[in-house]
C-alpha cells in the first residue's frame, strides 16, 4: 500500500484503475513560403475557427470560472501583440501559419513563466493551449486523441490543459491526481466545475510505474492511496456513502420553497453568461436568473452585436424562464473583459479603468442601442435591467435619464414594451456602499457583487494566487460595507441580494440572511446546496 498526500482541490471518493495521460502534440514542420498573403489568411480563419471551438467549451460549462477560463482563451487569440508578432512572424521569417503560431506561442508562453506574480506564471498554460489549439487547426490535426480513456479510470498526469480536459468523457473520469498544478489551475477550476474529485500537487511519487495499479482517492482530504487494504477501502467507503446521502438530500431540494426556518421568503437565483445557460438554470431548479451577464454577447465575435442579436438572445432567455425574474447586467466589458473593436486606449491599471457603466455613459451608442434590445424584448417575461460598477450618483441618474429617452423613442415608433421594468445596480465599490442612502432613493433593488467589492475594498487582486490569504470575503470591512449597503437598501423600501463567491459559500449564508439579505445569485451548480443552507437558516 502506497500513500500519496497531496492538496484536495474538488471533493469526492473514487475508486478505480490508474490511466496516466498521454499528451498529444502535432509535430510542426517549418516550411518557406513565398505567398505570406495566404498564410496570414489561413491563420486568420484558424483564429476565428478556434474563438468558434472555445465559445462552445464555454457554453458547455455551468457558467463561473469555467467558463471564464475558455473566455479568457478566446480574448487571447484577439490581443493585439499576440496576433501581431505572429503576423510579423510569417511576413518577415517567410514562413508557413504553424511556425509562426509555435515560435510566437514558445515566446510569450516564456514571457509569462518567467514572470514573479503566481497568476501570471499560471497564464504560461493558457498560451500553451491556445497555440496547440491553432497548430491543430491549421494542420488539420485531431486533439489528444491517443490520452482519451474508453473505460472509467482514475486520470493521472503531470497536469491537463482546458482542452484536454474538456475533451474527456465524463463517464470515464472517475478522478484527477497531478503531478503538479495548484488550486486555481485549468484541471482544479474544472474538476470542481464537473463535479469530479481531484488532487494536485503529488509530486514525483507519482510515477508511470503506476500505470494500471488500483487506487481509491479521497478529494477534500487530498490523499490517493495505490493498493488499498481492506481497513481503508473500508473508511473511505464509509465516507461515499455519507457524501452520497448528502447528495441525495440535496436532490431532494428540488421544489422546495425558499424559505428560512423563521418564514423569511429568499429569491435563490442563478448566474448565466448566455442564452445557452437556461438549461443549467432549470436542471438546477433556481427560482429566477440574478446575473445574465450580457458582454459575453460581445464577445462571441469580432463586431458589436446588431440590436436585432441582442434583442433575439434577451427575448429568448425571457421566453425559457417563462415569467420567472431575469436580471440582465448592461455591458460591463473593460478590464479583464476586453473587445479589440471597440478601440479602448491600452490602461495601466484596467480594473479602475474604462469599464462597466463608465464605458456605457462614454458610448451612449453602444448603450442606446443594448437598452432598445432590452426593452423591446421585456413584452415577453419578467426583466430587471442592471447597472455594473456604479461609484456615484450622478451615474445612476444618467443611465436612467438614457434609459427614458430611449422609452420615449420606442413611444414614438410605436414599439411595445414594458413601461415599468425595475432598474437597479451592482453594489461593487466601497464608494456605492458608503452613498447606498442615496444610490437607494434612484435604484429599485441592489445586488451586492462580491468579488469586485472585496477585491476594491482590500486592495488585492481577486485573480492573483499569491494574494489568497489576503482577498478576505468575509474581511470585516467587506461585511460591514455589505450591511450598510442592505440597511440603506430596507430604509428606502427596496430589496438587496448577494452576488459572487460568497453568495455561494453556505457558511456565510445565516449571516446574510441575519444583515437582510432577500436575494442570493449563484451558479446554477450551487443552488441546491444553498437552498439548503437558507431552508435551515434564520433571517430574524
Not at 489568411?41 to 457554453?59: I, V
Not at 509569462?112 to 497548430?135: G, H, P
Not at 486606449?345 to 432598445?372: A, S, V, Y
Not at 488585492?460 to 499569491?466: E, I, P, V
Request: charged share 30%.
Amino acid at each position: 500500500m502506497i500513500v500519496l498526500n497531496g492538496t484536495g482541490v474538488s471533493s469526492g471518493i473514487a475508486y478505480g484503475k490508474i490511466r496516466f495521460f498521454r499528451h498529444s502534440k502535432c509535430a510542426v514542420e517549418k516550411i518557406s513560403v513565398s505567398d505570406t498573403d495566404r498564410e496570414i489568411k489561413r491563420w486568420r480563419e484558424a483564429a476565428n475557427d478556434a474563438s468558434a471551438q472555445l465559445l462552445e467549451m464555454a457554453q458547455r460549462q455551468e457558467g463561473g470560472d469555467a467558463a471564464d477560463l475558455f473566455e479568457t482563451h478566446r480574448l487571447m487569440l484577439r490581443d493585439p501583440d499576440f496576433v501581431e508578432a505572429i503576423e510579423k512572424e510569417i511576413v518577415e521569417s517567410s514562413v508557413n501559419a504553424e511556425a509562426a503560431v509555435e515560435v510566437v506561442g514558445k515566446r510569450f508562453s516564456q514571457m509569462f513563466s518567467s514572470m514573479e506574480n503566481d497568476y501570471m506564471r499560471e497564464r504560461s498554460a493558457d498560451v500553451d493551449d491556445v497555440s496547440n489549439r491553432l497548430i491543430n487547426i491549421l494542420s488539420g490535426s485531431l486533439e489528444q486523441e491517443s490520452g482519451v480513456p474508453t473505460s472509467p479510470v482514475i486520470i493521472a498526469a503531470d497536469d491537463l490543459s482546458p482542452s484536454e480536459t474538456v475533451l474527456l468523457d465524463r463517464s470515464t473520469i472517475l478522478g484527477f491526481i497531478l503531478i503538479n498544478g495548484s488550486k486555481n489551475s485549468h484541471t482544479a477550476i474544472l474538476a470542481r466545475n464537473l463535479g469530479i474529485p481531484a488532487i494536485i500537487g503529488i509530486g514525483d511519487k507519482l510515477a508511470s510505474e503506476l500505470d494500471g495499479r488500483y487506487a481509491v482517492m479521497d478529494g477534500s482530504e487530498g490523499m490517493a492511496v495505490i493498493d488499498p487494504d481492506e481497513r481503508m477501502m473500508r473508511e473511505l467507503e464509509k465516507k461515499r456513502q455519507h457524501e452520497n446521502a448528502q447528495k441525495r438530500r440535496m436532490d431532494a431540494l428540488r421544489g422546495k420553497p425558499d424559505v428560512t426556518e423563521d418564514g423569511k421568503n429568499i429569491k435563490v437565483y442563478a448566474n448565466i453568461a448566455s442564452p445557452a445557460d437556461v438549461k443549467y438554470v432549470l436542471e438546477n431548479d433556481a427560482a429566477g436568473i440574478g446575473l445574465f451577464r450580457s458582454e459575453f454577447l460581445f464577445l462571441e465575435s469580432g463586431s458589436l452585436p446588431t440590436e436585432e442579436q441582442q434583442f433575439e438572445a434577451y427575448s429568448s432567455v425571457l421566453k425559457k424562464m417563462e415569467g420567472r425574474e431575469v436580471i440582465i447586467r448592461t455591458l460591463d466589458i473593460g478590464a479583464d473583459k476586453n473587445a479589440e473593436y471597440l478601440g479602448l486606449e491600452r490602461e495601466h491599471n484596467p480594473e479602475l479603468g474604462m469599464r462597466g457603466i463608465r464605458l456605457c455613459l462614454t458610448r451612449p451608442d453602444i448603450f442606446k442601442t443594448q437598452l432598445r434590445a432590452l426593452y423591446k424584448a421585456s413584452v415577453y417575461g419578467k426583466l430587471l435591467i442592471m447597472f455594473p460598477m456604479v461609484a456615484g450618483l450622478w451615474e445612476l441618474i444618467d443611465a436612467k435619464r438614457i434609459c427614458r429617452e430611449v422609452r420615449e423613442e420606442l413611444s414614438e415608433k410605436g414599439v411595445a414594451f414594458d413601461e415599468h421594468v425595475p432598474i437597479g445596480i451592482m453594489v461593487e465599490t466601497p464608494a456605492a456602499a458608503l452613498i447606498a442612502d442615496d444610490l437607494a432613493k434612484e435604484a429599485d433593488f441592489f445586488s451586492v457583487g462580491t468579488n469586485d467589492l472585496t477585491q476594491y475594498t482590500l486592495a488585492a487582486d481577486r485573480q492573483g494566487s499569491a494574494l489568497e490569504r489576503f482577498y478576505d470575503v468575509a474581511h470585516p470591512a467587506v461585511m460591514r460595507l455589505i450591511e450598510e449597503t442592505i440597511r440603506a437598501a430596507h430604509a428606502n423600501g427596496i430589496w438587496a441580494g448577494i452576488c459572487g463567491e460568497s453568495a455561494a459559500d453556505t457558511s456565510l449564508t445565516e449571516q446574510f440572511l441575519k444583515m437582510g439579505a432577500d436575494e442570493f445569485s449563484v451558479s446554477p451548480k450551487t443552488i441546491l446546496p444553498l437552498r439548503g443552507a437558507v431552508r435551515s437558516g434564520k433571517a430574524y
